[in-house]
């Protein structure tokens, strides 16, 4: 009786999986789930840079206004200017040099001009850009007035953004190389957070 418990003992530890096993295989699993939605935030910031990055700073062609918001790019009326991607601020991604390097010019140099790269570990340059979009920098606020109507090409639109500032719309055709104006005077609710 004793042999027979003994050969019981064993036939049960030879029919249960190694304890190594499942452990491995959802590591693996928990890796590429990891890269997988590492890929997909990447894939969503960098959508979000191609469709609604559509001006940076530079100076101003108005002397007295000092630095000034510039289309890099063709923009149709009635287009948010400053679209977030909707995604946390703080968080960042890292993209390399390489992958800076497919982005037009207009938007290599402001990732270059607004963002400091840092190594990685392997000793490469990345810039980490934050997951919210290069909008989220937020150079609205050098959007300078003007008291000359014909100027005026942004005004302030009805929504909110992810701080819950009014947003600024085109409000014609802006074309690329303009400098963007509103109105001295700042419509109902204006800048404010008055959600």
């Not at 959802?26 to 969503?44: G, P």
């Not at 001006?55 to 679209?83: C, E, H, N």
Request: glycine share 6%.
């Amino acid at each position: 009786s004793r042999s027979r418990l003994t050969r019981k003992c064993k036939t049960k530890k030879s029919n249960q999986p190694t304890v190594s096993s499942p452990v491995i295989t959802n590591i693996r699993t928990n890796n590429e789930t990891d890269r997988t939605m590492k890929k997909q935030r990447k894939d969503s910031l960098l959508q979000n840079t191609l469709e609604h990055v559509f001006v940076r700073l530079q100076r101003s062609y108005t002397s007295s206004k000092g630095m000034g918001v510039f289309a890099i790019k063709d923009i149709p009326s009635r287009t948010i200017i400053f679209k977030e991607n909707k995604r946390t601020r703080s968080n960042t991604i890292d993209f390399t040099t390489q992958e800076v390097n497919t982005f037009s010019l207009p938007i290599q140099d402001f990732i270059r001009s607004h963002i400091l790269p840092m190594s990685d570990h392997s000793g490469d340059l990345v810039y980490p850009i934050p997951e919210a979009g290069l909008n989220s920098l937020d150079s609205s606020f050098f959007v300078n007035s003007c008291g000359n109507d014909a100027m005026i090409n942004v005004d302030f639109g009805d929504e909110h953004d992810s701080r819950g500032y009014t947003v600024l719309v085109s409000t014609r055709f802006i074309r690329k190389g303009e400098e963007l104006f509103c109105r001295s005077i700042l419509g109902h609710g204006g800048r404010t957070t008055g959600q």
